[in-house]
């Protein structure tokens, strides 16, 4: 089934903000949001966000999520060596009634 | 704080059936919802389908005729069969539980918190 579109990759230097999108339609993204995972490598993804703009306990300010008709967007603020990891965002369609990944962004840290 | 695990065998043969167990600690498996997830090498995630803890289930399309998800809470164990596999099948695959907000009760499906550490399944003859 169609998936979630992301950039493949977005570059940013230190302490600069980066925002990451997430496109879907309006039976997922449209519909109920989207959640935000990071990854870093070899290690299980971590939750960010959930239903655009609630972070678990212990998640950083320095995210936020956001979303715009069927777009959404994880903005991180003051960029950090740690930060630059996989982020996936994830939907779940109505229409289909599944779990939708994006192909996930890899995000750089300069 | 619960944990998740993933076990089972890490080398599959072609056409035969893929099993594993995730067996959830610290908390009970009960009045939440679990699902299957994997990540073949170098690429993205993929669903593979959750089930409830009183058994219901729901499979992604792609998956479905070869996907059997099963839990036993006697255990605090949910399980993964799929049949038929191929070297495309090869991957990490992950358990997790959908996240649950404690302040709301709302469970949101399309998030995953907690997650097991994940184990690599090789297709291979």
């Known amino acids: 089934q169609a998936g979630l579109t992301q950039p493949p990759s977005v570059s940013k230097g230190l302490r600069q903000t980066a925002t990451l999108t997430c496109t879907g339609n309006s039976n997922n993204v449209g519909n109920q949001g989207a959640a935000w995972l990071q990854q870093h490598q070899g290690h299980p993804p971590k939750l960010l966000s959930y239903r655009n703009n609630n972070r678990p306990s212990g998640i950083s300010e320095r995210l936020s999520a956001s979303r715009s008709g069927n777009t959404a967007s994880l903005t991180i603020t003051g960029l950090q060596p740690e930060d630059e990891a996989d982020y996936y965002c994830s939907a779940w369609d109505s229409s289909l009634s599944v779990v939708v990944f994006g192909g996930g962004t890899k995000l750089t840290v300069l | 704080q619960v944990q998740l695990q993933e076990s089972g065998p890490g080398l599959v043969k072609p056409s035969e059936t893929l099993s594993l167990t995730c067996t959830v600690s610290?908390?009970?498996?009960?009045?939440?919802?679990w699902s299957w997830i994997r990540q073949p090498p170098g690429k993205g995630l993929e669903w593979i389908g959750y089930?409830?803890?009183?058994?219901?289930?729901n499979y992604n399309p792609s998956l479905k005729s070869r996907v059997t998800i099963s839990v036993d809470t006697s255990k605090n164990q949910f399980s993964l069969k799929l049949s038929s596999v191929t070297a495309a099948d090869t991957a990490v695959y992950y358990c997790?539980?959908?996240?649950?907000?404690?302040?709301?009760?709302?469970?949101?499906?399309?998030?995953?918190?907690?997650w097991g550490q994940g184990t690599l399944v090789t297709v291979s003859s």
């Open positions: 089930i409830y803890y009183s058994g219901s289930t």
């Open positions: 997790a539980r959908a996240y649950y907000d404690i302040l709301t009760g709302y469970i949101s499906l399309e998030a995953f918190d907690p």
């Open positions: 610290g908390g009970s498996i009960s009045s939440y919802y």
